[in-house]
Each structure stands twice: as C-alpha cells, then as structure tokens.
Nanobody, 124 residues
Framework: QVQLVESGGGLVQAGGSLRLSCAAS????????MGWFRQAPGKEREYVAA????????YYVDSVKGRFTISRNNAKNTVYLQMNSLKPEDTADYYC?????????????????WGQGTQVTVSS
C-alpha cells in the first residue's frame, strides 16, 4: 500500500519561500515519477513539477520555472518542492502524487496515488 504524506504548507507573504515535503512509503517501483500538483478554489488541479526517482530528471510548468525546485532524497523516500518568490496566484492546496509507468505526464489521471494535500496561502 503506497502512502504519501505532504507537509510544509502555510501562510507566507508575497516574495517569501516555503518548502513542501512528500514522504512516500510502500513504493516499490524505482521507475516511477513523483509529481506535485496544486488546486486553487474553483479551479482544476494543475500540474506543477515532476521528478524521476531513478535519475532525478525534473520537469516544471512554465509558470513556476526559475522559482520552484523539485528534488528528492531516495534514502528518505521523500520528495521536496522548494518554492521561492511566491506570488498570490500560487495560493492553492498542493498535492504530491505517483506516476508508476510511462513518460512523466502533466495529466492528473496518469498518477495512481495521491497525498492528502497541504495548503499554501500567499498574501499580497
């Protein structure tokens, strides 16, 4: 049973930083990708970034490139999302998820397991 637990969300002023963590357990496939998504109230879930467990290749949506960094610690089975220069439009619930097979995808339907989410609020 795969379990994902996010932490690190909170309230921050515009321009500030937060680091989200996603601790994974029960994940056997080293070929999988870990993704971060976010969902603002009244909006669809949006892909943010992804990383491969094996090689550490990273992928980002254009709106966060240069501000967010996804990384992993294989020994701790944990993926991080370092978010700098935060903007009010980054306000959302942030979720980590696992894609078990195939090339990394920005489609939430490609991800099999999801965490419970952590809330990020950026004030102006």
């Amino acid at each position: 049973q795969v379990q994902l637990v996010e932490s690190g969300g909170g309230l921050v002023q515009a321009g500030g930083s937060l680091r989200l963590s996603c601790a994974a357990s029960g994940l056997a496939s080293s070929n999988s990708y870990m993704g971060w998504f976010r969902q603002a109230p009244g909006k669809e879930r949006e892909y943010v970034a992804a990383i491969s467990w094996r090689g550490g290749t990273t992928y980002y949506v254009d709106s966060v490139k240069g501000r967010f960094t996804i990384s992993r610690n294989n020994a701790k089975n944990t993926v991080y999302l370092q978010m700098n220069s935060l903007k009010p439009e980054d306000t959302a619930d942030y979720y980590c998820a696992v894609q078990l097979f195939g090339a990394p995808s920005g489609n939430p339907a490609s991800y099999k397991y999801w965490g419970q989410g952590t809330q990020v609020t950026v004030s102006s």
